[in-house]
């Protein structure tokens, strides 16, 4: 039951670094010149997930802006806010299942522990 636990607990901590990077990049979004940071899931031996952070090089929609110095051709972020919102529900709902992983296994744990006494 230990390898449960230790399995939950990368899971959330790596869907806890998800959520971060897609409240960081909504909150970005309108922000010129923003790059987005993507959080890619790697396997770590015996088990469990390690989250790995890179940023989005992509460049953003370049439009025409009125500034100080005239009308510039300026980026804009390269955040798509539909994508961010869909991946933070999907990384929520995947919070939500390490999490009653955890409390499941917690429940196994205390049964056992109760047979045994």
């Known amino acids: 039951m230990i390898s449960a636990y230790q399995s939950a607990l990368t899971g ?3 869907f806890s670094t998800k959520i971060q990077s897609n409240g960081n990049n909504i909150a970005n979004a309108n922000t010129n010149g923003f790059k987005k940071t993507k959080v890619n899931n790697e ?9 790995q952070v890179t940023k989005d090089s992509t460049p953003g929609t370049s439009v025409f802006q009125e500034t100080s110095k005239g009308t510039e051709l300026v980026e804009l972020s390269n955040v798509d806010l539909a994508t961010e ?3 933070m529900n999907v990384n929520s709902s995947m ?3 390490n999490l009653k992983t955890i409390e499941t296994v917690n429940d196994m744990t205390g049964t056992l522990l ?4």
């Open 12 to 14: 959330l901590s790596a």
């Open 43 to 51: 396997s770590v031996l015996p088990q469990g997930v390690k989250a």
């Open 85 to 87: 919102l869909v991946d």
């Open 95 to 97: 919070y939500k299942a």
């Open 114 to 117: 109760n047979l045994k006494s």
